[in-house]
């Protein structure tokens, strides 16, 4: 009696079987160039939506995202600062100074709730956002509480303002850090994810996989039907090599843009966001010196060291470098302003220095110093979002057109082998 073989091995015996046959092995050919163009089309779809998806999430996600937490640090050292100057004046706050307080906070509040959208739940980035939520409303309870005793004259009221300057710089301040830490590394990771390498290399392996078969196939035909061209299968070969320019060029033109967006954009705007939180803490050092009278404290040895470290000279900076050199001399102006102020501070003159630091001159050398890095800020946000635009095109053409593409490849294939096949019967 006869075993019967199981369903299985008797298909892979008969697939085994073909390859013994001249219309077998043409059949066996025909089902790897099948394979081969339908897989080469699914991952080519695949590959250009997964880098459109990554590209778009960068745009839309990930750097809004750097771009908020880097708004809510500064608007935090901008209102610590804003709020020590208000106090110094004495008495009722200048009008301008408590509006740029206001302005400040409102800023870090909304910032805070558009990061809160774009973050998961759960996480490094979640958990300061919360941290930060908690504690502004202890700082700004603080604020308002330093406020009042300064205006009866009270001196209880540099040490409402201390604390809550205390809060600001070792709580609120460093988890804005860790939220665009975290934002930068979530930036990376977008990166990683736009340029799809897995994918890339994936289809790169299936469209020379292909391309081999199909000349394989070819040279076959030549030599076992002494047909020197088979036309069908010339075509399906044209649309392959035009299938892998077109993934090519539209794969090459993405990472350049990328790398663009990450060398000229993100990059600079992390290094800029740096440097302006730094000159905001300059100028709360100079105002807390003053608000706490001590004269030459560790707010001013602070000072020093920070103004000592920052630098514009940056090589990733060079796109920008005419707002950088001015940036620098705006500074060396404004560092010139404050020693004049320590000057008359550590010389006796406390109310002199008083009105030197939150006169017109020492406010605008500050400003002009900021306004400077803010535009540079906005030159190389607006080069990330120009190089993230350009770097989306043709992705969405290519993950439509890609299959299309490997569904005529299969076509051609076919017509070009079952000519030959009916030669058989």
Not at 255 to 261: C, E, I, K, N, V
Request: aromatic content about 4%; overall charge neutral; some cysteine.
């Amino acid at each position: 009696m006869t075993a019967v073989q199981a369903p299985p091995r008797a298909a892979l015996a008969r697939l085994a079987g073909l390859r013994h046959t001249s219309p077998g092995r043409l059949q066996l050919l025909l089902v790897t160039v099948l394979a081969l163009a339908a897989l080469t089309g699914l991952v080519t779809g695949l590959a250009a939506r997964s880098a459109a998806t990554g590209t778009a999430d960068l745009g839309d996600r990930a750097q809004p995202l750097l771009a908020e937490a880097e708004t809510v640090h500064a608007a935090l050292a901008d209102a610590d600062t804003t709020a020590a100057q208000a106090f110094i004046t004495g008495g009722l706050e200048p009008p301008e100074l408590t509006r740029r307080y206001d302005e400040k906070m409102a800023a870090a509040a909304t910032a805070l709730t558009g990061a809160a959208r774009r973050t998961r739940d759960d996480g490094r980035a979640a958990d300061a956002i919360r941290a930060i939520s908690t504690g502004l409303g202890d700082y700004t309870a603080l604020i308002a509480t330093a406020r009042a005793l300064n205006r009866q004259g009270k001196p209880v009221g540099a040490a409402y303002l201390s604390t809550a300057s205390q809060l600001n710089r070792e709580t609120l301040q460093p988890q804005a850090q860790a939220l665009f830490r975290e934002a930068r590394r979530d930036a990376g990771a977008g990166y990683d994810s736009a340029r799809s390498t897995w994918w890339l290399m994936l289809l790169l392996v299936l469209t020379v996989a292909l391309s081999v078969v199909l000349v394989w196939t070819q040279i076959h035909l030549s030599r076992s039907t002494r047909r020197t061209f088979n036309v069908p299968l010339l075509a399906a070969s044209a649309l392959t090599v035009l299938l892998m320019l077109g993934c090519a060029v539209v794969f090459a033109h993405q990472q350049t843009r990328l790398d663009s967006a990450d060398r000229d954009g993100s990059g600079p705007v992390e290094t800029l966001a740096d440097k302006r939180i730094t000159v905001l803490r300059e100028r709360a050092d100079e105002a807390l010196t003053l608000a706490a009278r001590t004269g030459h404290g560790e707010l001013e040895v602070e000072f020093t060291k920070l103004a000592g470290q920052i630098t514009f000279d940056d090589a990733e900076l060079g796109d920008v470098r005419s707002l950088m050199d001015e940036a620098k001399t705006r500074h060396e102006a404004y560092v010139a302003a404050h020693q004049r102020i320590r000057a008359l501070d550590d010389g006796g003159d406390y109310e002199g220095a008083v009105r030197l630091a939150v006169s017109d001159e020492t406010t605008k050398a500050f400003e002009a110093l900021t306004a400077t890095l803010d535009a540079a800020l906005n030159d190389r946000r607006a080069v990330f979002d120009a190089e993230i635009g350009a770097a989306g095109r043709g992705l969405g053409t290519l993950t439509v057109l890609g299959p299309l593409l490997a569904l005529a490849i299969c076509v051609f294939a076919t017509i070009g082998l079952r000519a030959r096949l009916e030669e058989y019967r």
